[in-house]
């Protein structure tokens, strides 16, 4: 038997057979320890080292330094954050000599065959400690080429955030960049940046600039920012009005270049029809208002000066929302179409993008916020719980992440705040949801502007299922509460990529093609759980029927490939590079088939063609696994290597299938299975769960082997790792109403399952 706590530590101890006390410590637990923090907004220069398709940041100085000449050196600078310590796989491709400093220590020198070969790929194992980390590229003009490639491997799961480095440039996103130089002045002799300091005390000038030139400063605010348009175009303006406590009216003056109008909180006072001076008082109430300035160009400009005032003490302006990195108060966006109407409830925010133009009015796509100050924009950032190699997030919040491992966190929050009847808890798991798929239309934007996005990295850039399936089937879960529309328009590409874009055998099995990867070819138990919830909950969300028959061809595909027929149980993966499955029957992989075939059953229709052989797989999966069951209750990592240690996730997983099959009468021998289901609740709850709610004996996220060995040692156990922090919760919703299911007066008695229970 595997120990993970103490007996007196564990929630049972506490709490006994109370599920409803051991849920609200469960959901209580991830909810204190992963606070609603939203994304960062941060000042990010266009101009600087943007990102390519892949994720690495494209450090080609050849391009930023294009009068270098042969032997001068350039200097990349960055610093990331790290809550707790980190190690990342980094990817380097040198385009001539380079070298990467972390933390000022030497991690990797580019040797000659890395430097002349065009396609020359460097695996370097990086290692972030807890805090900020600095990050140093020097690279040496050749021939060849000048400068790198870098960033993380699997940069949309690993994300790898750079922010920009000097006292003037705080908070601001971004590397920075200086050179050229004719000799190395960093690295080799010991001496490297002081990032605390201001940047002029490097003794290097660093790009890109910050400031505006004396020329460019005395344009009007949005001539300076978008340039002098051909035809008229409009622009907006949002600040905070600061209010004092005892003031009621504050006076609004200025002067526009062309017809303006000002919002103050959404209601208009001031509005020009050309250009010209104005002065307006205006009502008001104390605190932090919303002002917002849209203005078209003039004949003899394009922007407004404002000022504002309490009797004749000047008023400040300060930014609407926090933007780290800028020194302004206000937010800019154009060049906009001058015909178009601009409401402030639906502008003033940033998750909107606007209609945009170029200055010769033509449509040019969208537009968002930008500060003043040379090519910086608004930039949102998800900068809480970096994953690491091993998929552990420490202790940063997972708030704001789209990934498969929290779509199944969110769906067990849901159902706990129904079971419980807890709104907060489904608010909480809602607003997760949401400010993902509220920032979605910006982060395809993102992604196109900048080259790789900066929100939603898996969402928008969709390639396995992995990226979508898991979370979008909780983003309908959760439509079948707020009936958001929006949605359902993400469902619709998700439901697009698995029903026709996604990589398929012959037969039309769904696998992962991963062309010069090491998965390359193979099918994973895991995707039914990727695929099959989604394509159910969207059959049932838009009536779609293809969708849940695709879910359940899927059942009978896979199961021709993986199902191990003498021990009734699946192999984790299928590998068609050497025509077998690895024929290990790895735990979870076993439980996400279990777990997503139970809610396929609970909506195929009675007379479905593929409903009979679906309930066949099931009954045959259940009694395999239940014969494989510890005497603990719970279930082996390798679930037929009895040495292997016992893992809670599966466990939780089974528990699950096994409470669906006898509530919805799927499995012949009731008792039997519910038997089991008990037991190995109880074995989580006495030995996976302590009193605080934390999880233990949950398998970090797993590649594959035709080794049970790899499972059983390579893949160790992570305390409240995202992949069983959900099930356990949805295992103990499926528990709660099981018990409730035995004991209904119209439920034939079940004399094993009372002392069972009785026992516990």
Same mark, same amino acid.
């Not at 035809?231 to 006076?251: D, F, H």
């Given at each position: 038997?595997?120990?993970?706590?103490?007996p007196r530590e564990s929630v049972?101890?506490?709490?006994?057979?109370?599920?409803?006390?051991?849920?609200?410590?469960?959901?209580?637990?991830?909810?204190?320890?992963?606070?609603?923090?939203?994304?960062?907004?941060?000042?990010?220069?266009?101009?600087?080292?943007?990102?390519?398709?892949?994720?690495?940041?494209?450090?080609?100085?050849?391009? !930023?330094?294009?009068?270098?000449?042969?032997?001068?050196?350039?200097?990349?600078?960055?610093?990331?954050?790290?809550?707790?310590?980190?190690?990342?796989?980094? $990817?380097?491709?040198?385009?001539?000599?380079?070298?990467?400093y972390v933390n000022e220590e030497?991690?990797?020198?580019?040797?000659?065959?890395?430097?002349?070969?065009?396609?020359?790929?460097?695996?370097?194992?990086?290692?972030?400690?807890?805090?900020?980390?600095?990050?140093?590229?020097?690279?040496?003009?050749?021939?060849?080429?000048?400068?790198?490639?870098?960033?993380?491997?699997?940069?949309?799961?690993?994300?790898?955030?750079?922010?920009?480095?000097?006292?003037?440039?705080?908070?601001?996103?971004?590397?920075?960049?200086?050179?050229?130089? !004719?000799?190395?002045?960093?690295?080799?002799?010991?001496?490297?940046?002081?990032?605390?300091?201001?940047?002029?005390?490097?003794? =290097?000038?660093?790009?890109?600039?910050?400031?505006?030139?004396?020329?460019?400063?005395?344009?009007?605010?949005?001539?300076?920012?978008?340039?002098?348009?051909?035809?008229?175009?409009?622009?907006?303006?949002?600040?905070? *009005?600061?209010?004092?406590?005892?003031?009621?009216?504050?006076?609004?003056?200025?002067?526009?270049?062309?017809?303006?109008?000002?919002?103050?909180?959404?209601?208009?006072?001031?509005?020009?029809?050309?250009?010209?001076?104005?002065?307006?008082?205006?009502?008001?109430?104390?605190?932090?208002?919303?002002?917002?300035?849209?203005?078209?160009?003039?004949?003899?400009?394009?922007?407004?000066?404002?000022?504002?005032?309490?009797?004749?003490?000047?008023?400040?302006?300060?930014?609407?929302?926090?933007?780290?990195?800028?020194?302004?108060?206000?937010?800019?966006?154009?060049?906009?179409?001058?015909?178009?109407?601009?409401?402030?409830?639906?502008?003033?925010?940033?998750?909107?993008?606007?209609?945009?133009?170029?200055?010769?009015?033509?449509?040019?796509?969208?537009?968002?916020?930008?500060?003043?100050?040379?090519?910086?924009?608004?930039?949102?950032?998800?900068?809480?719980?970096?994953?690491?190699?091993?998929?552990?997030?420490?202790?940063?919040?997972?708030?704001?992440?789209?990934?498969?491992?929290?779509?199944?966190?969110?769906?067990?929050?849901?159902?706990?705040?129904?079971? =419980?009847?807890?709104?907060?808890?489904?608010?909480?798991?809602?607003?997760?949801?949401?400010?993902?798929?509220?920032?979605?239309?910006?982060?395809?934007?993102?992604?196109?502007?900048?080259?790789?996005?900066?929100?939603?990295?898996?969402?928008?850039? $969709?390639?396995?299922?992995?990226?979508?399936?898991?979370?979008?089937?909780?983003?309908?879960?959760?439509?079948?509460?707020?009936?958001?529309?929006?949605?359902?328009?993400?469902?619709?590409?998700?439901?697009?990529?698995? *029903?026709? !874009?996604?990589?398929?055998?012959?037969?039309?099995?769904?696998?992962?093609?991963?062309v010069g990867e090491y998965a390359?070819?193979?099918?994973?138990?895991?995707?039914?759980?990727?695929?099959?919830?989604?394509?159910?909950?969207?059959?049932?969300?838009?009536?779609?029927?293809?969708?849940?028959?695709?879910?359940?061809?899927?059942?009978?595909?896979?199961?021709?490939?993986?199902?191990?027929?003498?021990?009734?149980?699946?192999?984790?993966?299928?590998?068609?590079?050497?025509?077998?499955?690895?024929?290990?029957?790895?735990?979870?992989?076993?439980?996400?088939?279990?777990?997503?075939?139970?809610?396929?059953?609970?909506?195929?229709?009675?007379?479905?063609?593929?409903?009979?052989?679906?309930?066949?797989?099931?009954?045959?999966?259940?009694?395999?696994?239940?014969? *494989?069951?510890?005497?603990?209750?719970?279930?082996?990592?390798?679930?037929?290597?009895?040495?292997?240690?016992?893992?809670?996730?599966?466990?939780?997983?089974?528990?699950?299938?096994?409470?669906?099959?006898?509530?919805?009468?799927?499995?012949?021998?009731?008792?039997?299975?519910?038997?089991?289901?008990?037991?190995?609740?109880?074995?989580?709850?006495?030995?996976?769960?302590?009193?605080?709610?934390?999880?233990?004996?949950?398998?970090?996220?797993?590649?594959?082997?035709?080794?049970?060995?790899?499972?059983?040692?390579?893949?160790?156990?992570?305390?409240?790792?995202?992949?069983?922090?959900?099930?356990?919760?949805?295992?103990?919703?499926?528990?709660?109403?099981? !018990?409730?299911?035995?004991?209904?007066?119209?439920?034939?008695?079940?004399?094993?399952?009372?002392?069972?229970?009785?026992?516990?």
């Amino acid at each position: 038997m595997t120990v993970y706590m103490e007996p007196r530590e564990s929630v049972r101890y506490w709490f006994g057979d109370d599920d409803r006390r051991i849920l609200e410590v469960l959901s209580g637990r991830y909810i204190g320890a992963n606070p609603p923090v939203p994304f960062a907004l941060r000042a990010f220069a266009k101009s600087g080292v943007l990102q390519n398709r892949e994720g690495l940041y494209d450090m080609n100085m050849s391009g !930023k330094l294009p009068y270098a000449k042969n032997g001068d050196f350039a200097y990349v600078f960055g610093l990331v954050w790290s809550d707790d310590e980190r190690s990342i796989d980094g $990817i380097m491709e040198p385009f001539g000599p380079v070298r990467l400093y972390v933390n000022e220590e030497q991690v990797y020198r580019s040797n000659a065959v890395d430097e002349m070969k065009p396609d020359a790929r460097v695996v370097i194992p990086l290692l972030f400690r807890k805090g900020w980390n600095a990050v140093l590229i020097e690279a040496r003009k050749t021939e060849a080429g000048f400068g790198c490639r870098f960033g993380a491997e699997e940069a949309k799961v690993r994300i790898l955030q750079v922010l920009a480095p000097f006292a003037g440039r705080a908070g601001s996103a971004g590397w920075v960049y200086a050179g050229p130089v !004719k000799a190395s002045v960093f690295g080799s002799e010991g001496m490297f940046p002081d990032y605390s300091l201001p940047e002029e005390l490097s003794g =290097l000038t660093w790009q890109p600039r910050t400031s505006w030139t004396t020329k460019e400063a005395v344009l009007p605010n949005f001539e300076r920012l978008f340039g002098r348009p051909a035809q008229p175009a409009a622009a907006l303006g949002w600040t905070g *009005l600061s209010v004092p406590a005892e003031e009621e009216t504050v006076v609004l003056e200025g002067n526009a270049f062309g017809p303006t109008t000002i919002w103050l909180n959404g209601q208009p006072v001031v509005d020009l029809e050309e250009s010209g001076s104005f002065r307006t008082a205006v009502p008001v109430s104390p605190g932090i208002r919303q002002l917002l300035v849209r203005s078209v160009s003039g004949p003899s400009g394009w922007g407004f000066e404002l000022g504002a005032f309490a009797g004749a003490e000047p008023l400040s302006f300060e930014l609407p929302v926090a933007v780290h990195g800028s020194g302004g108060a206000w937010l800019y966006a154009g060049p906009l179409d001058s015909a178009d109407k601009h409401d402030p409830s639906s502008v003033c925010t940033t998750a909107a993008l606007f209609p945009a133009v170029d200055l010769e009015g033509r449509s040019a796509g969208s537009a968002y916020w930008s500060l003043d100050a040379p090519e910086t924009r608004v930039r949102p950032y998800y900068e809480n719980a970096m994953l690491s190699n091993k998929w552990t997030t420490g202790t940063a919040t997972n708030y704001g992440r789209w990934d498969y491992p929290l779509g199944v966190t969110m769906y067990g929050l849901l159902r706990t705040a129904r079971e =419980l009847n807890r709104q907060d808890v489904s608010d909480y798991a809602i607003g997760h949801i949401r400010s993902c798929t509220d920032m979605y239309d910006y982060s395809l934007w993102d992604r196109e502007e900048y080259g790789f996005p900066s929100v939603n990295h898996q969402l928008v850039l $969709i390639r396995m299922l992995d990226n979508c399936g898991s979370f979008g089937s909780a983003m309908l879960e959760a439509y079948l509460q707020t009936k958001e529309k929006s949605y359902l328009r993400i469902a619709d590409v998700i439901a697009d990529f698995m *029903l026709h !874009k996604l990589e398929r055998r012959e037969d039309g099995a769904f696998y992962r093609l991963c062309v010069g990867e090491y998965a390359a070819d193979t099918m994973w138990a895991d995707d039914l759980y990727m695929s099959a919830p989604f394509l159910t909950r969207y059959a049932a969300a838009t009536g779609k029927r293809e969708a849940l028959d695709e879910a359940a061809r899927q059942f009978l595909l896979f199961k021709r490939y993986l199902f191990m027929e003498s021990e009734g149980v699946m192999s984790h993966v299928f590998d068609f590079k050497y025509s077998k499955a690895t024929r290990v029957p790895w735990g979870r992989g076993n439980g996400w088939s279990l777990f997503s075939l139970s809610e396929l059953l609970e909506k195929l229709p009675d007379d479905h063609k593929d409903r009979e052989a679906l309930l066949a797989m099931f009954r045959d999966m259940c009694a395999g696994v239940a014969a *494989l069951q510890g005497e603990s209750g719970l279930w082996h990592q390798v679930l037929n290597q009895s040495e292997a240690y016992e893992e809670a996730s599966c466990t939780a997983m089974f528990v699950y299938a096994f409470a669906r099959g006898v509530r919805f009468g799927w499995l012949d021998s009731k008792d039997t299975y519910a038997a089991a289901a008990l037991k190995a609740w109880r074995g989580l709850t006495g030995g996976a769960i302590d009193r605080q709610g934390n999880v233990h004996g949950v398998c970090s996220g797993s590649r594959y082997s035709f080794s049970p060995d790899y499972y059983m040692y390579d893949l160790r156990t992570v305390v409240n790792d995202n992949h069983g922090i959900g099930i356990m919760m949805l295992a103990g919703v499926e528990i709660s109403r099981l !018990k409730s299911f035995i004991d209904r007066p119209e439920h034939p008695s079940v004399p094993e399952m009372a002392l069972q229970r009785q026992d516990s």
